[in-house]
Nanobody, 114 residues
């Protein structure tokens, strides 16, 4: 069964930066469009960014211009560079395929203080 492990979260002040990482056990990681999702308590999980196998990216309006998604297919990893963080970016961040076809990982907590 495919496993994903997210890391890199933490506590940061507004305006700061964090870089999230996602490691996958999938031997065929490179063929999937991947995404970063986030969830706050009581809310639906939100898709914030996607990246195709070839590197084409798409972003939610709320993070456009501040977040950058990237991937390393050879290492089966994906990243989310988050700059100019805002308190409303506070959430647990998850990685999965676009369409979340894999089991969810534990996520990584991002907390942005005002």
């Amino acid at each position: 069964q495919v496993q994903v492990v997210e890391s890199g979260g933490g506590l940061v002040q507004a305006g700061g930066s964090l870089r999230l990482s996602c490691a996958s056990s999938a031997g065929y990681f490179s063929v999937f469009t991947m995404g970063w999702y986030r969830q706050t308590p009581g809310e639906q999980r939100e898709l914030v960014a996607t990246i195709t196998s070839g590197g084409l990216t798409n972003y939610a309006d709320s993070v456009k211009g501040r977040f950058t998604i990237s991937r390393n297919n050879a290492k089966k990893t994906m990243f989310l560079q988050m700059n100019s963080l805002k308190p409303e970016d506070t959430a647990v961040y998850y990685c999965n395929t676009n369409g979340h076809t894999w089991p969810w990982g534990q996520g990584t907590q991002v907390t942005v203080s005002a």
